[in-house]
């Protein structure tokens, strides 16, 4: 009879040569997570206890704004919260086995409870007080032998005092001011486009040399409209920003998302030929040689 093998949630594996069994889900540039098979492991993360809602109070445009910036055909957005599936798929295809990840724009407690549940070794900078402590909270509650380590403060001042490097840089930006986290200053979220670039150009930099050599980073982006409704090129901006330091364009992913409603907006959006966007970009880039990773 077969040996059973078991799965990080203590589910049977019992499929051979099966892609879903060595890399999680397969390999493919197009990552869905419509499918029931994601869904379900969604939830059994979830059910860990991760509630990376917490501490969150992101806010959008007022609805005056929103729906004039729109053509009244688009509802703001709800405060995103990231996909822990996408992050275990993220370390497992591009982190070495407990291995040491950065995170320059933190945010919510997901990725690094998702990395050290994993075995990883999480440092996530944010820059709100009160999204540092709930995931402080959450990361004893649910690793509290391998908590992850959040530091508050600013990106472009707290990486020029690290001393060590990383296996894995892995973030989420602020799409631009899609969603507004505070009114400080440092926020990006709260700056002007010229001013995003600039602080965000230089966050990259500064996590390019972060970065271990023949290593990876990811970086998960979208490009957003502005206000009078012409896309913002976060994308083009990301690629560049890394390719002018010498760390490479190597992957890149769609990461497909739910309807939601996507399907109410559509026939309005399509009054002014503006299409429902129903995915995110997931850039992945390396710095050396990928073959020696």
């Given at each position: ?149 959040w530091i508050i403060g600013d990106s472009n001042n707290v990486m020029d005092t690290m001393d060590r490097k990383f296996d894995f840089i892995f973030t989420c930006p602020p799409y631009y001011d899609l969603e507004k986290y505070s009114s400080d200053r440092r926020d990006l979220s709260h700056m002007d486009e010229r001013e995003f670039n600039w602080a965000y150009r230089s966050i990259i930099k500064k996590s390019c040399i972060l970065l271990k050599d023949n290593s990876f980073a ?76």
């Amino acid at each position: 009879m077969e040996a059973i093998n078991y799965d990080l949630f203590g589910d049977p594996v019992l499929e051979k040569n099966d892609l879903r069994k060595k890399y999680v889900v397969p390999p493919f540039s197009v990552l869905d997570t419509v499918s029931g098979e994601w869904q379900s492991r969604k939830d059994m993360w979830r059910g860990l206890g991760i509630n990376s809602e917490i501490g969150r109070k992101a806010t959008t445009f007022n609805m005056y704004e929103w729906n004039k910036n729109n053509n009244a055909s688009e509802m703001p957005p709800d405060t995103s919260i990231f996909d822990p599936v996408l992050c275990e798929i993220m370390y497992k295809w591009f982190a070495p086995k407990r291995g040491s990840i950065l995170d320059p724009f933190a945010g919510g407690s997901v990725r690094g409870i998702v990395a050290n549940y994993l075995g990883y070794d999480y440092t996530g900078i944010e820059l709100r007080e009160e999204q540092v402590y709930a995931n402080m909270q959450q990361g004893i509650d649910i690793v509290p032998d391998n908590t992850p380590t959040w530091i508050i403060g600013d990106s472009n001042n707290v990486m020029d005092t690290m001393d060590r490097k990383f296996d894995f840089i892995f973030t989420c930006p602020p799409y631009y001011d899609l969603e507004k986290y505070s009114s400080d200053r440092r926020d990006l979220s709260h700056m002007d486009e010229r001013e995003f670039n600039w602080a965000y150009r230089s966050i990259i930099k500064k996590s390019c040399i972060l970065l271990k050599d023949n290593s990876f980073a990811c970086f998960v982006v979208g490009n957003v409209r502005n206000k009078k409704g012409f896309i913002r090129d976060l994308v083009g901006l990301t690629v560049k920003s890394f390719e002018d330091n010498g760390v490479h364009y190597y992957n890149d992913l769609i990461l497909r998302q739910v309807v939601g409603s996507g399907s109410m907006r559509a026939d309005g959006n399509m009054k002014y030929k503006k299409i429902v966007k129903m995915h995110q970009n997931v850039l992945v880039f390396c710095k050396g040689d990928p073959k020696l990773r």
